[in-house]
């Protein structure tokens, strides 16, 4: 058996090979910083990307609410409430900012339904205008609302939770809300997750002529959407809204799910992070004990680098060798931590929702992260010693026994 | 003399050469201008007691270290105008150490170790047999090539020993008591590899405080208090 070309290389696995036990438990640091930061990367970027994508679906949306900062005099509160509602008039002002977009104006509040003999619920209830259904949510079984009828569509969570199917009679209200109807079941909505124009999926979605026979607030709504093709058209419409609306006191908020789903992101992206920052405590552990390691295997190796440095090995060799051996202990903790972080991300993200986001670039990427942060940290641990080793004096160093 | 042809030409000059050691509680000289030439092919023993500085000088002719004042030429170069780099290269190139401990690396095989100096100077493998020949011309068998420092006799670690001193076809074999750690039998053997080499036209210094062994060498130079002894 001959030496490879690099011989220092060589002779940096056969040491680690040499010292076993002693390079694996550094490695074993390595493993678990690497497994630290590279799951909890995974865990924050699937969390992440399945908030986008629920938040996403309302992204071309401007969600126009009255000001509760200001007291512009709207019409009076709902029924056992002080919020202010966006009167008809305001309503035509937002759609002729709004330009040829959709306006949906929506009534919304909460009461408290009961299936059958199941226990009372409160569930929240919107009014919407039938025609306008279909701009915000998907129907998954039945039909949606119609001009007239009083049918009303019910959210997935609900349906479940409630056992409600197409058909079913839902009782709303009681005594101590003040009203008592009945309403029919036309259809389940599929699950739309969390959005900031509607939230549906444990909702009742009712037809606006009966929210409002019910609970008056006729020509007044709690809040109103513009929906418009694309992102860009946001700015203009908020700018033109906000001149009309807003002149010499603030009447309305102008919210856009783009900029929440901005906020929400960087807000789950400061979270990762910081969960990163706590995984990089644990790697900063697995360096001082590389370190250590390193710092011994140089104490233990004093006579042979004298030898080597006398026989004709440059300062330069003698620090690579230390180095190679530092790459070597942490590329067996970084390969060792990145698989078990692979199979463990994914049982962990399987655990807490869904795996339909972990073989993502934004998700998967922390593996090679991972492994090579723990690397780098193992390069870095070992310049201290490589360089003291390449330092020593040869003749005190040949004279160590 | 054994008939060997010694040339006038020096491998090693020592002019003057002093060494002093800057410690805390004082300076301390250990040479105090040393004076003499080593010529190609000649065989040099060293002698002296326990601190008179010949190991001192020992470290100075091996490039390990450098004079405080005085000329040291090895090879036709003065050392003491060497960078730590240059140094190195002028042991790795020049130099073939034979130690009193063998000094082998534990990690490589025989066969590796004799090897080693040829990779440091040409960067690969040696493609010449140059490592087998050498091991042969110290008596090591193939059998040997393959074990350990650990799995070899004293003996047979100091032949792998002088094989790699002299893959890379030195100017000068040094020699730090060389049979110290080793019986009499064996001793002599590594003494006669040595006379052998030296025949072939190898200049040899060795330090050893053993008047039998430094009747082996052409001449021998005394060291006391660190001054060479009339």
Not at chain 1, 97 to 112: K, Q, W
Request: aromatic share 6%; charged share 20%; net charge neutral.
């Amino acid at each position: 058996m001959k030496i490879r070309k690099n011989v220092f290389f060589q002779l940096a696995s056969r040491n680690v090979r040499l010292n076993f036990s002693r390079s694996l438990l550094a490695a074993l640091g390595i493993i678990i910083g690497v497994v630290a930061i590279t799951t909890m990367g995974i865990l924050g970027a699937n969390i992440q990307l399945a908030v986008s994508s629920n938040l996403s679906s309302s992204a071309n949306s401007i969600i126009i609410t009255p000001d509760t900062g200001s007291r512009g005099g709207f019409g009076p509160p709902t029924r056992g409430t002080t919020t202010l509602l966006i009167t008809d008039n305001q309503v035509r002002e937002i759609e002729q900012a709004a330009g040829h977009n959709v306006v949906v104006p929506i009534h919304s509040g909460s009461d408290l339904i009961q299936v059958g003999t199941k226990d009372k619920t409160r569930v929240t209830i919107y009014g919407l205008d039938p025609e306008k259904v279909s701009n915000f949510v998907e129907i998954a079984e039945g039909s949606s609302l119609r001009g007239a009828s009083s049918g009303v569509l019910i959210g997935s969570t609900l349906a479940k939770d409630q056992d409600i199917k197409v058909g079913t009679r839902i009782k709303v209200g009681d005594e101590s809300t003040g009203t008592n109807e009945v309403v029919r079941v036309v259809g389940i909505l599929k699950s739309k997750g969390f959005g900031i124009d509607l939230m549906p999926d444990n909702a009742i979605i009712a037809p606006d002529h009966w929210y409002t026979s019910v609970y008056g607030n006729q020509g007044e709504y709690q809040q109103v959407d513009i929906l418009v093709p694309s992102i860009k058209d946001i700015p203009p419409i908020k700018d033109a809204i906000d001149k009309k609306m807003n002149k010499k006191v603030k009447v309305v908020s102008i919210t856009d799910s783009g900029a929440l789903l901005e906020t929400i992101n960087a807000t789950i992206g400061q979270i990762s992070t910081f969960i990163l920052l706590l995984g990089g405590i644990s790697l900063l552990v697995a360096s001082v004990s590389i370190f250590n390691v390193m710092m011994m295997s140089v104490k233990d190796r004093i006579n042979e680098i004298g030898v080597l440095r006398s026989i004709g090995t440059t300062k330069s060799e003698i620090r690579k060798m230390f180095i190679y051996e530092s790459f070597i202990i942490g590329s067996i903790g970084a390969v060792i931590g990145g698989l078990i972080s692979f199979i463990g991300g994914y049982l962990l993200v399987r655990v807490i929702g869904t795996t339909n986001y972990f073989f993502t670039p934004a998700s998967i990427m922390y593996v090679p992260y991972g492994m090579a942060i723990g690397i780098v940290v193992c390069l870095i641990s070992g310049l201290y010693p490589a360089a003291k080793a390449a330092n020593l004096n040869p003749i005190e160093a040949l004279r160590h026994d | 003399m054994r008939g060997i042809s010694i040339s006038d030409e020096p491998v090693i000059r020592l002019v003057d050469v002093r060494k002093v050691y800057k410690l805390k509680a004082g300076d301390v000289t250990a040479l105090q201008g040393i004076s003499f030439d080593i010529l190609k092919g000649e065989f040099v023993a060293i002698m002296g007691p326990s601190g008179s500085g010949k190991s001192t000088l020992l470290n100075l002719i091996g490039c390990l270290d450098v004079p405080t004042s005085g000329e040291l030429i090895l090879a036709g170069r003065n050392v003491k105008e060497m960078s730590d780099d240059e140094l190195t290269f002028l042991r790795r190139d020049e130099i073939g150490f034979i130690f009193q401990k063998f000094n082998l690396i534990s990690l490589l095989t025989a066969y590796e170790n004799a090897e080693y100096p040829i990779i440091l100077k040409q960067g690969h493998m040696d493609e010449e047999g140059k490592t087998a020949r050498m091991m042969k011309l110290v008596g090591l068998g193939d059998d040997l090539m393959t074990h350990k420092p650990s799995e070899l006799s004293g003996g047979q670690q100091q032949r792998v020993a002088i094989a790699r001193a002299l893959v890379n076809d030195p100017a000068l074999l040094l020699c730090d008591e060389p049979t110290g750690n080793l019986d009499s039998v064996t001793g002599s053997q590594i003494m006669d590899i040595l006379k052998g080499l030296n025949e072939q036209g190898r200049t040899i210094v060795m330090v050893t405080h053993d008047p039998n062994i430094a009747r082996s060498a052409h001449r021998t130079i005394n060291i006391i208090d660190g001054r060479v002894a009339a």
